[in-house]
Each structure stands twice: as C-alpha cells, then as structure tokens.
C-alpha cells in the first residue's frame, strides 16, 4: 500500500480549491519528479519529455518533510523545530528511527524509513482556533542584554506566533507559510498548525543519555527501551560537557535565573549578579533539571531554532517543549549518562 500524503490537498484548502473535511482525508503521496531528460534504448527515436516544473517540485519536497517531521515528533524521535527542511536535527533523528525500526541507517528520508513512518495514519496538519489566551499577550520585544532580562518583571513571549511555535513545536515561519493571509492577532481566526497534540505521556525514565557529538539527549526505561530522543546542545571547546555518570537531584518548573558572570567567560564588562524572572524567554526556558555536577542542567531555551546547531555554556540546552517533556518523565536520582 502506498503511503498517504495530505499536505498537497490541505494546502489547496487554505487556498479556497476544497473543503477543509475534505482535505483532510488521506491521499496518494506525490511522485518524486522526473529527470527532464530519460535514456531510451539504441536504434529507437527520442521521445519528447515535459520539462520539470522546478517550483512544483521544491513544494512537494517541502511538503514531504514537513509530514515526516511531525511523525518523527510523534513517534518521540523529534526533529527539533518543525520547519519542513532537512537538516542536522531530521538527520539525527532518522538516524535513531531507522536503527530502532531496524532498517538501514541512512540519516535520509528513503523509502523504507518513510514506509515506516506512515504506520502512523495520523493527518500530519490539524486545525486551531485562535482563543482569547493565545492573543492575549503581554508580548514584548526581550532584550539581549543580561542585565536588561534582569529588570523585566517576566519573560513571557515576544509575539503571538512564537507562543503558537512552542505550543505546536513550529518555526514561526512554518506557521505563517502554512497560513497566507491569516491574522494571528485576531481571536476566533482558524489557523493549520502541525498536529502533535494528543500524545499519551511517556513512561517513567530510568536513564537518560546524552551524546555529545550527535548532539541529542535520550531517555530509556529499566529494561534499556529507548523512550524518546531530543536534540540537544551539548556544550562548547570553552565549557565542554562534563563527560561521566551523574544524578538528577531535582527538577523546577518556570525557575528564576541566578545569573552569575564570574560563571561565564563571555560575560560582559560590568555585569553583576542578578535575577532573572520566569517565562519561556528566561535564560534556561521553562524548566531546569539539576545535575549533581555543580552548576550543570539539563533546561529549556528560549531560541528553539538553536537547539542542536550552536553552543552551550556546558549544560544540556533543549527546546522548551521537549524539555518540559523530559521534566515529566524523569525525578530526582535518576542517572544521567554524559558521554562523547
């Protein structure tokens, strides 16, 4: 049975083409396109070949991506930021599917892999209605400087669709391409966003792992199942990750930042300590899991897109929604492999 593929159809609904219910009914994937030119066999004539639209052909690769990013997110090897682009995180993430599916490890998203993905029938695109709460704000512009977090009262969100981007684990981007025209300021304003709600939580995690040169943080169950994989960043030349076995000696929702600049060598001239208030923007996100290495964690961000792609200051940084995940499944003592 060939893979279903709904993008292409939800994506003319926005446009007016079909009914929403009807756009959600899974359909044949597209056809990989053609070269524009095809070998035929000596002696025969050549037969003309419609030339490939190059446009058309870059829409459906997106729109493949994107489905597979949100089944790797739903089957708990997630992708990072949903973004419908292939990169570093996909790559790491297909990686881990494939071996736990036990298919040849490609890091690509070929045939089989896909197959196996689409066991899950789950439409990749879902629809929400703008509420009061999500338009609600406050938003404010935060800024970079250590000090200036310190005199905000919280650090909420920047803008309604970096609120939605965490909420449906998107790039900002993503949701304002899935949604041309639509006013995201505006309660009651139906929107498509990727549908990664309704998971079951995960299990209790006996072990969490961190790779430091795949970049990714794994959470295993005591018979040694692999429950989830995120990505992660894991450290840097100046501060490295602090390789050996470690605890978890406890876990805080929304903390407020204790910055101290004697701690960091990047700090700027004049810094003091300082508190920095709770909130998706804080420093470290939305929760802190403390190591029993002094001064290291494992926390959120507020910077999604960063996740996995640049350096940390030693702790292991993931993107909030995964590291609120991470906060479910796991409690005090539980071991924390740090490893290369």
């Known amino acids: 049975m060939r893979p279903s593929h709904t993008l292409p159809i939800l ?3 926005l446009l007016g083409a079909l009914p929403l219910a009807q756009a959600r009914q899974a359909v044949p994937a597209p056809a990989a396109p053609q070269a524009a030119q095809q070998a035929q066999p000596m002696g025969q004539p050549q037969q003309a070949v419609a030339p490939v639209d190059a446009a058309a052909a870059k829409q459906a690769e997106f729109e493949r991506l994107l489905h597979a990013q949100v089944l790797l997110d739903r089957a708990r090897f997630s992708p990072g930021e949903i973004d419908g682009a292939y990169g570093s995180n996909m790559r790491q993430a297909l990686n881990t599917f494939q071996a736990a599916r036990n298919l040849p490890v490609t890091g690509v998203l070929d045939e089989a892999t896909w197959n196996a993905l689409n066991t899950d029938r789950t439409p990749p695109l879902a629809t929400h209605t703008l509420t009061d709460a999500d338009v609600a704000g406050p938003f404010r512009p935060i800024p970079e400087d250590m000090m200036e977090k310190a005199k905000l009262p919280a650090l909420g969100y920047a803008s309604v669709l970096e609120g939605l981007g965490e909420r449906f684990h998107a790039s900002p981007a993503l949701l304002e391409r899935l949604n041309p025209g639509k006013n995201f300021g505006r309660a009651g304003e139906q929107i498509v966003v990727p549908n990664v709600g309704g998971l079951p ?11 430091d040169k795949a970049k990714v943080l794994q959470l295993y169950d005591a018979n040694g199942t692999l429950l989830a994989q995120y990505p992660a960043s894991t450290g840097s030349d100046k501060d490295p990750l602090p390789l050996g076995t470690w605890k978890i000696t406890g876990v805080h929702a ?13 700090s700027e001239p004049g810094d003091k300590k300082a508190k920095v208030q709770p909130g998706p923007n804080n420093p470290v996100g939305v929760v802190w899991i403390g190591l029993s290495k002094p001064h290291y964690g494992i926390h959120g961000t507020p910077v999604p897109g960063h996740v996995g792609k640049t350096e940390s200051h030693g702790c292991i940084r993931l993107t ?15 071991e924390v492999v740090l490893q290369e």
């Open 11 to 13: 994506l003319a609904a």
């Open 320 to 334: 909030n929604w995964s590291a609120a995940d991470v906060a479910a499944a796991v409690a005090a003592d539980v």
């Open 254 to 266: 929304n903390p407020v930042y204790h910055y101290n600049p004697k701690l960091f060598w990047d």
């Open 201 to 211: 939580p995960l299990p209790r995690a006996a072990k969490v792992v961190v790779r």
